[in-house]
């Protein structure tokens, strides 16, 4: 069993910045990749970024350029920095871990004020 939990969400205003962090625990052999979603209310859930056990990274081309993925291996932990934040930012957060299984956070909300 992996548990997935995350941290980081709040309030914050336009052009501001989150860090968003997101640990998985439990019976962990390896981890394939590591990433964040996002669904905002009335809206399907999205990819915001992936980063896999190599250090390689992929975007949603609405963020690109204002969000960095990073992973420490060796903690089984995740990061999402997230600059210049828009009101469309606006959403709940959630922390994706893919290993044999697949398993989510229970979510992270961030509200960006305008």
């Known amino acids: 069993q992996v548990q997935v939990v995350e941290s980081g969400g709040g309030l914050v205003q336009a052009g501001g910045s989150l860090r968003l962090s997101c640990a998985a625990s439990g019976t962990i052999f390896s981890i394939n990749a590591m990433g964040w979603y996002r669904q905002a209310p009335g809206k399907q859930r999205e990819l915001v970024a992936i980063?896999?056990?190599?250090?390689?990274?992929d975007y949603a081309a609405a963020v690109k350029g204002r969000f960095t993925i990073s992973r420490d291996n060796a903690k089984n932990t995740v990061y999402l920095q997230m600059n210049s934040l828009r009101p469309e930012d606006t959403a709940v957060y959630y922390c994706?871990?893919?290993?044999?299984?697949?398993?989510w956070g229970q979510g992270t909300p961030v509200t960006v004020s305008s």
């Open positions: 994706n871990v893919k290993t044999v299984g697949n398993y």
């Open positions: 980063i896999t056990s190599g250090g390689s990274a």
